[in-house]
Nanobody, 119 residues
Framework: QVMLVESGGGLVQPGGSLRLSCAASARAFSNYAMGWFRQAPGKEREFVAG?????FYADFVEGRFTISRDNAKNTVYLDMNNLRSDDTAVYYC???????????????WGQGTQVTVSS
């Protein structure tokens, strides 16, 4: 198990930007695939972005988000630009032993951070 703590959420206007961070307490952090998921009210939790040796994204990201990691700091980031109202959700960081888009393959989850996009 990996302990994960997200930060950086908040209220932003449409077209704005946010950076989410996820700090992990884990040995050999670099061996884990990391992912960001999100869950809007009344909807299923969905994959947003993942990274192990390379980054991969959900189609709806459309080049607006960038996932990155700093293994020296045991931290993964999600830079979100050109935010839209439909990006409003709780964003979760998760860790996996395999590179995956599937929620079931992630064994450790953070508590989530709220992102609200509204004017």
């Amino acid at each position: 198990q990996v302990m994960l703590v997200e930060s950086g959420g908040g209220l932003v206007q449409p077209g704005g930007s946010l950076r989410l961070s996820c700090a992990a307490s884990a040995r050999a952090f670099s061996n884990y695939a990391m992912g960001w998921f999100r869950q809007a009210p009344g909807k299923e939790r969905e994959f947003v972005a993942g990274i192990m040796w390379s980054a991969f994204y959900a189609d709806f990201v459309e080049g607006r988000f960038t996932i990155s990691r700093d293994n020296a700091k045991n931290t993964v980031y999600l830079d979100m630009n050109n935010l839209r109202s439909d990006d409003t959700a709780v964003y979760y960081c998760a860790a996996s032993s395999v590179q995956s888009r599937e929620r079931g393959n992630y064994h450790s989850w953070g508590q989530g951070t709220q992102v609200t996009v509204s004017s």
